[in-house]
């Protein structure tokens, strides 16, 4: 399944059907009245989060989303059916903007997440509706309310617990792959991922989701290399996990970039649990090793991980320390959400 994380959508609730006039003809009926039965409500426009989706993709083959117009009374006093709505189906963690992509409409987390984005029209009176004493035979009945249209945008910011961050070609991908199912494609050359992967980690008795970034570059946060989108599925991760390549020369240079434009970003991230680690040591001798990450060290102030996903070092100590903070994290979030106990005297 190809991943896409935007998409603009163009929505347009139902017409409300238009009010009857018609009058009684029956036979043995004398001076029967006005019967003229109102019009149907227009459909709804409603966008819900729903499981087992993780891409936009199916919102680049259909970008018009139009529910049913209501359909018009008839005599006999019959309303008219009102307009099936129409429902936009997207995964967890989708963002829908207006129009002009900053005013966000709804943020739909969780499955069962539903947000109405365009009313139908109401269905207009029959002329039924206007009998009275004084006017016993009125000749006039409301038209439906007109319908609304817009465009949207959709904009999936992935939900998960971990997200691995850093340079193009550091590493990423493979250690996700040493470390889930995911299948991510692993190649020798930089921007080899180009959306972000997910995998399922188990480790003991918890399991995370685990994010794998594309490379960000110098500029990220402004967009180059089409770094805020990339940046946007961070923001909902608990932890992060810096991947820094050891076998680069200026390793604290490399940290101080992902980490700038992590900071300029904003939205969190400058905030968010972090984890350093060097990788890519097994092509290294420890001397190397060693002064690498004597430099992490000095620009970070903390002791880097050294981690080699091709021959497995490091990576059980890195996956139990991003386990406890993923568990952890979820349990303050937990705590927080707890209704304080009622005061009693």
Not at 89 to 113: C, M, R, S
Request: aromatic content about 6%.
């Amino acid at each position: 399944m190809k991943f896409l994380d935007q998409a603009k959508v163009y929505v347009k609730s139902g017409n409300g059907g238009n009010g009857c006039v018609s009058f009684r003809r029956e036979k043995y009926v004398d001076q029967g009245g006005p019967d003229g039965g109102d019009g149907g409500r227009g459909g709804d426009v409603w966008v819900e989060c729903i499981q087992n989706l993780n891409t936009l993709i199916d919102f680049r083959y259909q970008q018009h989303y139009r529910a049913k117009n209501g359909i018009p009374g008839m005599g006999r006093d019959r309303t008219g059916k009102s307009g099936d709505d129409i429902v936009l189906k997207v995964p967890p963690g989708t963002q829908v903007l207006a129009d002009d992509n900053e005013t966000i409409i709804g943020d739909l987390k969780k499955p069962g997440d539903r947000v109405k984005l365009a009313n139908g029209g109401n269905g207009g009176f029959g002329n039924a509706h206007f009998k009275s004493a004084t006017n016993q035979a009125p000749t006039h009945a409301n038209a439906g309310q007109i319908n609304e249209e817009f465009s949207i945008w959709l904009h999936l910011k992935l939900i998960a617990d971990a997200g691995l961050v850093g340079l193009p070609n550091a590493g990423k991908s493979t250690f996700l792959a040493a470390v889930s199912a995911a299948k991510p494609k692993i190649a020798d050359y930089p921007f080899t991922t180009l959306h972000p992967n997910l995998g399922v980690v188990k480790v003991g008795d918890i399991d995370f989701v685990l994010a794998d970034i594309p490379g960000l570059i110098e500029g990220a946060n402004e967009g180059a290399g089409i770094g805020t989108r990339f940046l946007g599925h961070v923001e909902r991760c608990r932890v992060l996990l810096h991947l820094v390549d050891a076998t680069q020369e200026d390793v604290a240079g490399d940290y101080r970039t992902v980490r700038e434009e992590l900071d300029a970003y904003g939205a969190g991230l400058e905030s968010k649990s972090e984890f350093i680690a060097l990788t890519k040591v097994d092509a290294l001798d420890d001397d190397t090793i060693a002064e690498r990450a004597q430099a992490l060290k000095d620009a970070t102030g903390v002791d880097p991980m050294i981690i080699s996903a091709v021959s497995g070092r490091g990576v059980s100590d890195a996956l139990f320390a991003i386990a406890r903070k993923v568990r952890s994290a979820a349990i303050a979030d937990v705590e927080a959400k707890k209704e304080p106990e009622p005061w009693r005297p």
